[in-house]
């Protein structure tokens, strides 16, 4: 039996951080180290995952090296791929990876990850750009920023997957006062279908995030009605053809909402919008551009 071939979303993690992942401040946002994330996944069943430590500016790349050394000593039968969460840094898409300069990482990394986050829409963030005349000063400006944003991050050649989408501008939306909760009801729905039909024609995975579901359901506060979103979002994704993966985005063992393998609410919403094994994407042999 050929283990890819036989894989289901339940089975996977297409997320996890280890204590190699930094905020862009320089900060440590993860606490696990990959021996534990490797014994945690495996006492919960799954078979397949995936490590996706930030690539944030300030991200010295050679821990993706160390990283790959570390998978490959690793003696056990999971399968683990290494991949990354890249910061996305403008409208354009672009990001701290550099084709060029990067490429022996690149090489050694099985496909990477891209998550818009809006961060360079903040004020404090290193990469800022608040100032810049380009830069939407209001709510339609700001969910339009992030269509394009999401639209070109399609067209790059260096991802596979596209983490949390949509996510990192409904959180903004929420945060900065623009919105009640943190839903997809503020994204357009004609958006939302531009996204999974380029997302299929591009041949990009999409990550179906387990964190915003479990707040929901735990009655988190600002995640009213984000389910509902989300499975229109889902639904619109496989009527598209658009392959997806599951993710806990977890940092940490156990901070309460989101650990290795934490993902029984993104499997049940593919679930019961119809997704089957046949919707899960898995990475393939890639070559650079």
């Not at 729905?189 to 579901?213: D, G, H, M, P, Q």
Request: hydrophobic content about 35%.
């Amino acid at each position: 039996m050929d283990l890819m071939e036989e894989l289901d979303f339940h089975q996977i993690d297409f997320h996890i951080h280890t204590n190699r992942s930094f905020d862009p401040w320089g900060r440590q946002d993860g606490t696990i180290p990959l021996k534990e994330v490797i014994e945690d996944a495996t006492k919960r069943g799954l078979l397949c995952i995936a490590v996706t430590d930030h690539w944030e500016p300030n991200t010295d790349p050679s821990i993706f090296l160390e990283e790959r050394k570390e998978i490959d000593q690793a003696e056990t039968e999971l399968k683990i791929f290494l991949s990354a969460e890249v910061e996305v840094l403008d409208i354009q898409g672009n990001t701290p990876v550099d084709l060029k300069d990067h490429r022996e990482v690149l090489e050694k990394m099985d496909y990477l990850s891209a998550a818009p986050h809006l961060g360079e829409l903040l004020p404090n963030t290193p990469y800022s750009l608040v100032g810049r005349r380009d830069i939407p000063r209001n709510k339609r400006g700001i969910i339009d920023y992030s269509q394009r944003q999401h639209m070109n991050l399609l067209k790059n050649e260096l991802f596979d997957v596209i983490l949390h989408p949509y996510e990192g501008t409904m959180a903004y939306l929420f945060r900065q006062g623009y919105s009640h909760t943190i839903s997809f009801e503020y994204i357009p729905e004609r958006y939302l279908e531009e996204f999974a039909e380029a997302a299929a024609f591009y041949e990009k995975a999409i990550e179906i995030n387990n964190v915003s579901l479990a707040a929901e359901k735990a009655k988190e506060k600002g995640y009213e009605g984000f389910k509902q979103g989300c499975r229109l979002f889902v639904e619109k994704l496989i009527k598209a053809g658009t392959k997806l993966v599951v993710g806990s985005d977890s940092h940490h063992r156990n901070d309460g909402w989101s650990w290795p393998g934490k993902t029984e609410e993104a499997v049940r919403i593919i679930r019961e919008c119809g997704g089957d094994k046949k919707s899960l994407w898995l990475p393939r042999k890639r070559r650079l551009p």
